[in-house]
């Protein structure tokens, strides 16, 4: 799974049904990372916290730089699965990866339904 995500950027294959499940569940890990931080500053006002608290600032932007690189962390895996599922499909992948970059949620929905070669799996 994380060999798909994260190793070997310039080759590798995926196909459709492992591409779906892996883009789902990068979205849904950003998601339950998003909600325990909510869960979190939550807590902490239940708790009488604010924002004049004693290091609250330091743990605010702690927080923010753990978010931002969630972030970069998904975004990572999720262009390095398209890179693979374009080569999949015989696409061009750096132009495919590029062109994601803007129109995402219809170059997702074209990967996910266009057929690849037999040997992929997924």
């Known amino acids: 799974m994380f060999q798909d995500m994260f ?9 459709r049904g492992k591409f779906i499940l892996l883009t789902l ?10 909600m325990m931080i909510g ?13 004049e608290t004693p290091g609250v600032q330091p743990l605010a932007l702690g927080t923010l730089l753990a978010f931002f690189a969630a972030g970069i962390v998904v975004a990572i895996g999720q262009l390095n699965l398209v890179g693979k599922r374009a080569r999949d499909i015989g696409w061009p992948a750096l132009l495919l990866v590029i062109v994601y970059l803007f129109l995402t949620p219809l170059i997702w929905i ?13």
Do not use: N
């Open 39 to 51: 869960g979190g500053i939550g807590v902490f006002e239940r708790l009488g916290g604010t924002a």
């Open 25 to 34: 569940g990068l979205g849904l890990f950003l998601v339950v990372f998003a």
């Open 110 to 122: 074209i990967l996910a339904v266009m057929p690849g070669k037999q040997d992929a799996g997924g």
């Open 7 to 15: 190793g070997e950027f310039t080759t590798g294959r995926v196909g």
